[in-house]
């Protein structure tokens, strides 16, 4: 790896049953390749987040929680940076609120799940 952190010591591959698809860990952004980001989980094992997956500034040495999207057959971990799609929408809505004096057609979280829904006014 391409930085001043020794990460030889974790393992490149993984048991089945250690991780399970979604499950949240705590990374460390090890590096920066051509597929993407490679990042140490639990201080444990290597994992790589996918560039295309990839929707913001990171740093090497930067530490944040991330979720396990698979462990491939090969034994390597696929991360992601942000929860499954079903938590992400779920977790949004607490977050976002209708306009002032507009009251929602529908409920609230199918506004967020399908964005062709118009809040208010006439159809």
């Not at 250690?18 to 705590?26: G, R, S």
């Not at 560039?51 to 999207?69: D, H, S």
Request: charged fraction near 25%.
């Amino acid at each position: 790896m391409s930085n001043n952190y020794n990460y030889e010591y974790l393992d490149d591959t993984v048991e089945e049953g250690v991780f399970t698809p979604w499950q949240e860990v705590d990374i460390e952004i090890c590096c920066f390749t051509d597929l993407g980001i490679k990042v140490a989980i639990n201080d444990e094992y290597i994992g790589l987040v996918y560039e295309n997956q990839v929707y913001g500034y990171y740093e090497e040495g930067q530490r944040l929680k991330a979720y396990i999207k698979c462990v491939r057959e090969d034994g390597r971990i696929d991360v992601s940076l942000q929860p499954s799609q079903g938590r992400h929408v779920y977790q949004t809505t607490d977050k976002v609120t209708p306009p002032a004096g507009c009251q929602p057609r529908v409920p609230f979280v199918a506004e967020v799940m399908y964005r062709d829904v118009p809040w208010c006014g006439t159809p």
